[in-house]
């Protein structure tokens, strides 16, 4: 046996109504390594990696190898945080079988510890059976970002009584189907508070208020690396947009000037010198 990490989902679950979760997405080696030596229990490899990394304008076109790619690469950086990837756009919608055998790829082929599926309700049947094949399910729902052209745009839901109603027997649907915490995308605080009261697992929320079990960023938004205005949501800790800028300025100058290599950037003298 490998070693264990410190976080699997049996921690994350009982983890409700004792401590707050943090999550955040990564999407490669170095910046996992961060993430978790800073403690923070579950690392997303989002989908959001087409609009953070990859420079699309949704999730759509992401596919199943970019997504075993990234996965890969952030298990390689990850010692003791739970690693949850994101299962991307008909993946797991065409069929029950063809969505465990894409799902089974992130546990076998890139290390994750669990996949993360988008849709309430009706997604039970599927979520029941990837646990009882062995593997974890963080639900989705809420805004999500894979229907963004059902929903007319990246739209707060949950606004009627009704959608927010949905959303609570959503949230329960998925847990008793077997899926051990649950996001909860851009929807009103009250309604956040209402599906975090009924849902027995952690909901983790984003754009969802205070009242949730934990929450999430994606990393760019987080550390402010991202390009334009980040949604009402995000608090960036960083400015590292600005940071990254201003050093390539200084490296770019720096060797336009002939002042970058310097001598102690250089190996000794060779013995003889060559003619
Ligand atoms: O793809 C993603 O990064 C996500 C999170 C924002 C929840 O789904």
């Given amino acids: 046996m490998g070693n264990m990490k410190l976080w699997n989902v049996a921690k994350i679950k009982a983890s409700k109504g004792v401590c707050r979760i943090p999550c955040v997405t ?3 080696t170095a910046f996992a390594r961060l993430a978790d030596a800073a403690g923070i229990p579950l690392l997303l490899v989002g989908d959001s990696l087409g609009m953070a990394v990859l420079g699309y304008a949704s999730t759509l076109p992401v596919t199943l190898e970019q997504m075993l790619h990234h996965t890969a690469a952030v298990v390689r950086g990850t010692a003791d945080a739970l690693v949850v990837a994101d299962m991307p756009f008909l ?5 029950v079988p063809e969505a465990l055998r894409n799902a089974g790829r ?45 929903f007319g745009g990246f739209k707060v839901q949950g606004r009627t009584r009704e959608a927010g109603e949905q959303l609570v027997a959503d949230a329960v649907a998925l847990a008793q189907a077997g899926a051990f915490a649950i996001v909860l995308e851009c929807v009103p605080p009250d309604i956040a508070a209402a599906v975090t009261a009924a ?16 929450q999430v960023l994606v990393m760019h938004d987080l550390l402010g690396l991202s390009a334009g205005k980040p949604p009402r949501f995000v608090k960036p800790y960083a400015a590292l947009a600005e940071t990254v800028r201003d050093a390539f300025r200084a490296y770019a100058s720096e060797v336009q000037a002939g002042s970058f290599p310097a001598p102690e950037h250089c190996y000794p003298p060779s013995e003889s010198s060559v003619q």
Avoid: M
């Fill in 106 to 150: 992130f546990l076998q082929e890139a290390g994750a510890d669990a996949v993360k599926i988008e849709g309430g309700a009706f997604r039970a049947e599927l979520v029941r059976t990837l646990t009882q094949n062995g593997i974890p399910v963080l639900g989705h729902i809420g805004l999500t970002p894979q229907s963004v052209n059902v």
């Fill in 26 to 28: 990564v999407y490669d």
């Fill in 91 to 95: 993946t797991y919608q065409i069929s």
């Fill in 199 to 214: 849902s027995p697992v952690p909901v983790i929320g984003i754009g969802a208020g205070p009242v949730c079990d934990g």
